[in-house]
């Protein structure tokens, strides 16, 4: 039986290949064309399916559910990927920290899954399924590491430690693991740092080397490449303006009503799904949006094969030096409490803000504030999208863009879920 390990170096390019020598051994890197938008739920999709996201229906990161007129993200849903088959089917899988892990049809699988309380309390957590007892041998996953302003190396080294174990005491015959913390610090800064590609090029060694201990072919992808911007885009705020973006100020600040706006955007790095309600103002609703620093184009989806009915009615691409924001409020004051934390679920659009802090004092006070009992609120992320370094979302040129490790890989990433099979001789 051929075995085979995929590992996801998030951010990984051409160019910063020099520092990485562990991968770099692995063979020749294949440049390969990512969907649009190029943001990981996106990419994952299409390489779990083999289909373009007019077909799997992963739209990007998140997007407009207009059943209920809520704007989600990060649903970890198996189900919500349409498709007539995985790269996993009929094979024994391990999935480790991929997207839609959830109830996905795999053999062993772990994902991040906090607990919450009736309170408004979070305790944070896996979901282990892989029967390796991993927070046993490895402690606690490091949450703040995977996402926050504390994001870094230690997310990346756990994951890369319990793929080790699972490959070692299961054996599966696919194994997909992700190590993600080499793009925070393309986020919040406009150079690459060595330092970054050498530690996230030491934590494959583990999973490489427990790979080939066990005989499986090692190969190595990613899903996008950064690059640097310079100005932030507010699309929505310059709907709001025009009176076409609708909101309910209360207790906790402006709430975007999607289902009461004439349009709205939801925004994904440099990609955005723009939703208008009224046929009659597409038009006019596109030569705004259009005029706007830093957009590039508005396009239908058809031309990105993005014509899912998930996908907005206009497609925005930013110019290769910006990105959009998702800020709707047209004062700080009244921008809504959740705007002010970490949270990824309620904010109607991905938010790299959450990267940075505003006072480590301040986050140390909310710190003793939960220690002591006392309600809180973890309000230390700044509202500065001029803080932001580096996105993603279009298609660079081949050194910046995403790549693949693998004998006989393809150029596609359309092509991934036939070359594994091929690979694993399906």
Known sequence: MTQVCVINVVGLTQELLAYAPNIRQLGLAIPWTAPYPAVTCTAQATMLTGLP???HGIVGNGWYFRDTSEIRFWQQSNSLIQHNGLVYDGVETAKLF??????????????????YGCDGSKVFDVLDKTECNLTDHLGPFPFFSFWGPSAGLPASEWIAKATALVLQKNAPELTLTYLPHLDYDFQ????????????????????????????AIPVVVSEYGLVPVQKSISI???????????VRNGPFGEILLPGDSKAFAVVDHQVAHLYVRDPSMLEEVRSLVQSLDGVAAVVHPSQLELDHPRSGEWIVLADEDAWFNYYYWLDNALA????????????????PVELFMTSKIRAMARLAQKKLGFRYK???????????????????IAQKGPLIIGPGAPCDML????????????
């Open 415 to 426: 092509l991934f879920k036939d070359y594994i099979q091929s690979l694993l001789g399906r």
């Open 98 to 115: 991929w997207w839609f892990n959830q109830h996905a049809p795999v053999h062993w699988s772990v994902t991040p899954k906090p607990y």
């Open 188 to 215: 919040r800064q406009t150079a690459p740092d060595r330092e970054r590609i050498a530690e996230v090029d030491r934590c494959a060694a583990i999973v490489i080397d427990a790979a080939q201990s066990i005989g």
């Open 378 to 396: 973890m309000d230390v992320i700044p509202l500065d999208a001029s803080l932001v370094r580096g996105s993603h979302g279009l298609r660079p």
């Open 236 to 246: 929505n705020r310059a709907l709001r303006q025009a009176c076409w973006l609708a």
């Open 336 to 351: 809504p409490d959740f705007a002010r934390t970490v949270d990824i679920h309620r904010k109607p659009g991905y938010d």
């Open 53 to 55: 996201p007019r077909e």
